[in-house]
């Protein structure tokens, strides 16, 4: 299963300082859909950003929670939702009726949603970007590294490669890929597949597994896991180009 619908996200080992602003917003792609987003930025920029995207619920209080997290580690940070086509504005809480909705959604809907809030994300950051998602939404993330969006890399938590679809040899950013030992909803041999096939293509990625692990081990209220939530977050750190030592400094 994905995360709880009380989950909430580890904060970071190490932060640079606040949240300066946040806040949600409505965004519009290119097709003329409208969807929500939620934006936070850092009061000490650590010079990246990141466009969060989240699991099959959408855009869940656990995600606006992670956006701060981010912030607190001075990303620029915005995330999304991705049922607006479908469910409307209306929020994404545990009510939430995310079956119905996940089967209609198409990965160009994901990738104009994620070209619209990448556009917002840039009028207040010209940083590098980087995608960072989880389950349904890591799997987007790694498949939005094969786009035009200028992507500096694409990291996904527990992803599910059919997600990924046929777009290796279109890659032009790194991956990373943190997943859980023990997930129950992709297995070790779709993953080696598709590791298989970024070999053949010469693709660079770190793949990192956390034995034992459950699905959606990145989470507060699994006090087993908070060691390798910690260590997800340093190489989230080094994968995006900014060290523990920097923010501590």
């Known amino acids: 299963m994905c995360h709880p619908a009380d989950s909430r996200p580890p904060a970071a080992p190490v932060v640079t300082g606040s949240v300066a602003e946040e806040g949600r917003l409505e965004i519009t792609a290119a097709d003329g859909n409208r969807f929500s987003a939620f934006r936070a930025a850092p009061t000490a920029p650590n010079g990246r950003s990141v466009l969060l995207l989240p699991d099959r ?8 929670d992670l956006a701060r997290r981010f912030a607190e580690a001075g990303f620029h940070t915005m995330t999304f939702d991705f049922y607006g086509r479908s469910a409307g504005l209306s929020p994404r809480d545990a009510d939430f009726d995310w079956a119905t909705h996940m089967p209609l959604l198409e990965p160009a809907h994901v990738e104009a949603d994620a070209a619209a809030a990448l556009a917002k994300l840039r009028e207040w950051s010209s940083d590098p970007v980087f995608s960072i998602g989880f389950c349904l939404g890591g799997s987007y993330s790694w498949r939005l ?10 990291a996904g938590f527990y992803g599910v490669p059919r997600f990924f679809g046929d777009r290796t040899e279109q890659l032009t950013a790194p991956l990373l890929m943190l997943l859980a030992g023990e997930d129950v909803v992709t297995t070790r041999e779709e993953f080696e597949t598709f590791t298989a096939g970024l070999d053949r293509a010469g693709k660079p990625y770190e793949l990192k597994v956390y034995e034992g692990a ?3 081990f990145f989470d507060d209220a699994f006090a087993d896991w908070q060691d390798a939530c910690t260590d997800a977050w ?5 994968f995006t180009g900014v060290r523990a030592g920097d923010l501590a400094a």
């Open 234 to 238: 340093h190489r989230l750190l080094t």
């Open 214 to 216: 459950p699905h959606s």
């Open 145 to 154: 590294a094969s786009t035009d969006l200028g992507l500096s890399g694409a």
């Open 57 to 64: 619920r959408g855009l869940h209080p656990f995600y606006e």
